[in-house]
């Protein structure tokens, strides 16, 4: 009975503090009851809606669309774009004290800033709730989030635990792991039984193989793990289901443009017609994947290169959901960065180490043995020697001590054999 009213008033603090997330969600579960013709005749409106709004509103896109064109000839935005037209790209009108920069490296090496808002954070979550509820998880029941990006992993004190407790969610910070942090986030597991564990794949599967090495019972409460941010390969997936004993669900979306696609429970990718617009176009033997969000009023992204591979595929699914069907080519392959002691440091690690110390068109980090790293960069101009000099000691002081870091000035950095670029290459020597 004690139980049965703490989470009563636990649901109700959780849905007092969330209205506008709930009230979102609602509108995205009704559009799960539309048929596959009346959710793609919806989308078509709001494309057409978005794309009127993003001419009429934003200095960038008021020279840029066409609007006698066919949508599909107007003109690609590339992160360069975003990275020199950001405020362009802000619509005119929006409160800027209510507006906030986040910043993400993405899977291209292109790191670049982007405008925020509360209504874009809450729609976000929106979606990622609508998502999860296709593993049989309802709000409230237990998330256990792998998150290394400093935004996901800042703050503390009472107002985060309090966060927590009314979302039962907890977010452990996963830029780095070595045996002993793996130890803990399985403890962590045991002791919390959460229905969810949501993380980066590589960070998954490595806790999936020392679960399975070390023969830890995982909690029956385990509906299902959300794999996102990187490539999710089929070793990794089958570690995953034979360490927790639940069904893994692939997602797809980044910062910029949350919320592209998800599994469903009978393992099809659907993409929320809903939220985007996605394009599949052939390109040197690839197919590009291209995304217009439908939602985002503050800063439109309108036939965004995502810089990843995936094609749209035909057929429905049986899981009731009316979204339609895509599958994933080879993207965000990234590279672990391996120390000494054995530490094991996530890529996302690095994404944010370059943020705000010059005009950096691209980047890319090259482990080449476990005290060296090179970090090639495609700058405009050199950059600050003091702030290369804090960078420096940054990665020894979270990394490893005796960490080495040189810097080169190219013009190019060649993309790998599939057409990606990866911003962390690891080309340690093979050991016996």
Not at 8 to 32: M, P, S
Not at 370 to 389: H, Q
Request: charged fraction near 25%.
């Amino acid at each position: 009975m004690i139980a049965q009213l703490s989470d009563r008033l636990r649901d109700w603090l959780h849905r007092r503090r969330h209205a506008e997330r709930f009230a979102l969600l609602e509108g995205l579960l009704r559009h799960q009851a539309l048929s596959r013709a009346e959710v793609l005749r919806q989308q078509q409106d709001d494309l057409a809606n978005i794309v009127a709004f993003a001419a009429a509103n934003t200095d960038f896109y008021r020279d840029r669309l066409a609007p006698d064109r066919p949508f599909i000839d107007q003109p690609i935005l590339t992160k360069d774009d975003v990275v020199h037209n950001r405020d362009a790209m802000l619509a005119r009108g929006a409160d800027r004290k209510q507006v906030g920069i986040a910043y993400t490296g993405g899977s291209t090496g292109n790191p670049l800033a982007y405008y925020w808002d509360a209504a874009k954070h809450e729609l976000m979550r929106a979606g990622m709730m609508r998502a999860y509820m296709g593993s049989g998880w309802r709000p409230g029941d237990g998330i256990i989030n792998f998150w290394g990006a400093s935004q996901d992993i800042r703050g503390g004190g009472i107002a985060r635990r309090y966060g927590e407790y009314v979302t039962g969610e907890r977010t452990l910070g996963a830029r780095d792991f070595d045996e002993r942090k793996l130890g803990e986030w399985a403890a962590c597991i045991g002791a919390t039984r959460p229905v969810l564990l949501q993380g980066y794949a590589s960070i998954l599967a490595e806790l999936a193989r020392y679960v399975i090495d070390k023969r830890i019972a995982m909690p029956r409460s385990l509906r299902g793990i959300y794999s996102t941010a990187e490539v999710l390969t089929a070793e990794q997936r089958e570690a995953m289901e034979r360490a927790f004993s639940c069904r893994v669900f692939n997602q797809y979306g980044c910062r910029e443009v949350p919320n592209i696609a998800c599994e469903c429970r009978h393992g099809n990718m659907h993409v929320f017609t809903d939220m985007v617009h996605l394009e599949s176009l052939p390109q040197d033997g690839a197919d590009r994947l291209i995304v217009t969000s439908l939602t985002n009023r503050l800063m439109p992204f309108i036939r965004y290169d995502l810089g990843d591979s995936g094609r749209l595929l035909p057929g429905d699914c049986d899981c009731g959901w009316p979204f339609p069907l895509m599958e994933m080519g080879m993207c965000r392959r990234n590279d672990l960065i391996r120390t000494s002691s054995g530490k094991v440091v996530y890529p996302a690690y690095f994404n944010s180490l370059l943020n705000g110390i010059g005009p950096i068109r691209q980047y890319q980090f090259v482990q080449t043995a476990l005290d060296r790293m090179v970090l090639k960069l495609v700058s405009e101009r050199p950059l600050d020697g003091v702030a290369l000099e804090a960078m420096r000691q940054k990665v020894r002081r979270d990394v490893d001590g005796a960490m080495l870091i040189e810097v080169n000035y190219v013009d190019a950095i060649p993309r790998s054999a599939s057409g990606k670029h990866r911003f962390i290459v690891a080309e340690l020597p093979a050991t016996d």
